[in-house]
């Protein structure tokens, strides 16, 4: 009786199709994403019927990397307020016949050590998750010079690495623009630009901007930086505004845990949401929901942002290496926490 094992031959004479087809498809190839719906089905089936497993250390040594990508996450900050992302990424690497290993570090340090410690260039693709211009000097770019696929899930990305990330400059101009149509002029801005320069540069990018298309003044004294990232964040930020301007009407926040402070120290100091103060965050986080008054925020596709950020490690590993840029916009999700100023 004989017991070898099924071959890619043998389900492509099973499927009907070609050998080429079937590595196609069962390795998760970019050129997976042109074979019909119905094609799919019957290699599958006709693996499944057959037993067919695939050998990874053989294909690994045949071409030269494994199938795991690796996620790198610098601090256990942006692990928690991108734990959705990274969750995406697990289901977006597994549709695509890839193994992620996920590695999360306390400091720039870590990360660094990290990269020069392990045999990156063995993987698929390195994606990474790290609001610091540390970043910067790192030995992420000579590992892409090298021929690793790096993508950069943040804004600001080193030179010759992708970036595959939410629009922030436009989630922090849209929101800001919300507050000035329902008649805002006196709009605050909390974050925090010490530890998370990258994505909090953006956002305040933003709402510069809509605040000068609108011919509103920027105004120093509604600026506020925390290094508190969340709740605790938004109950300084805010007591520390109304010092300088105790006329204040709205406030824009870096995320929403931030925000639900801002709103939680306004009610306990007597100023109601949004009759007093309108406030708005980021983020989508559940908890902004369930809220009362519930929080005006500005969604992001965790979803959109792994599987663009996959179908990148593709892209350089099958067509070409050159960097690209995809900034995926946001959408606005007004609630109760913002109206127009008494």
């Not at 410690?117 to 994606?127: D, F, I, P, S, T």
């Not at 600001?156 to 436009?170: F, K, L, M, Y």
């Not at 709103?263 to 100023?271: F, L, N, Q």
Request: glycine residues 8%; proline residues 4%.
């Amino acid at each position: 009786m004989s017991h070898t094992r099924p071959t890619i031959k043998d389900v492509a004479r099973e499927a009907g199709v070609s050998h080429a087809t079937v590595s196609y498809v069962l390795t998760g190839s970019g050129h997976a994403e042109r074979i019909s719906a119905e094609t799919k089905r019957r290699i599958f089936e006709a693996a499944e019927r057959l037993g067919y497993r695939s050998n990874p250390v053989g294909r690994a040594l045949k071409r030269g990397y494994t199938d795991t990508v690796v996620l790198l996450i610098v601090t256990w900050h942006v692990a928690k307020s991108h734990a959705e992302t990274a969750m995406a990424i697990s289901r977006s690497a597994l549709a695509r016949g890839f193994d992620v290993a996920v590695n999360v570090v306390d400091s720039d340090e870590e990360a660094h050590s990290f990269l020069k410690k392990n045999m990156l260039l063995n993987n698929a693709g390195l994606l990474v998750l790290w609001d610091s211009p540390a970043m910067h000097d790192s030995s992420i770019v000579t590992l892409a010079q090298e021929g690793l696929p790096v993508v950069d899930l943040l804004p600001g990305s080193p030179d010759g690495i992708s970036t595959v990330t939410a629009d922030r400059e436009h989630a922090g101009y849209s929101v800001t623009r919300h507050l000035i149509e329902l008649g805002h002029q006196k709009i605050g801005f909390i974050g925090d630009v010490n530890s998370r320069v990258k994505t909090t540069t953006q956002k305040y990018r933003g709402y510069q901007r809509a605040l000068s298309e609108a011919g509103i003044a920027l105004d120093s004294h509604l600026i506020q930086s925390v290094t508190e990232f969340g709740f605790d964040g938004g109950t300084k930020g805010f007591r520390e505004i109304l010092e300088r301007r105790p006329d204040v009407t709205a406030v824009v926040c870096i995320n929403d845990p931030m925000a639900l402070g801002v709103i939680a120290c306004a009610e306990s100091m007597g100023r109601k949401c949004p009759g007093d103060i309108s406030v708005a965050g980021y983020g989508a986080f559940d908890e902004g929901s369930y809220w009362r008054p519930s929080l005006t925020t500005v969604g992001l596709s965790a979803e959109s942002v792994a599987e663009k950020a996959l179908d990148e490690v593709l892209r350089m590993r099958t067509h070409c290496t050159c960097p690209t840029s995809t900034f995926i916009p946001g959408d606005l999700i007004i609630r109760e926490s913002t109206g127009p100023p008494r």
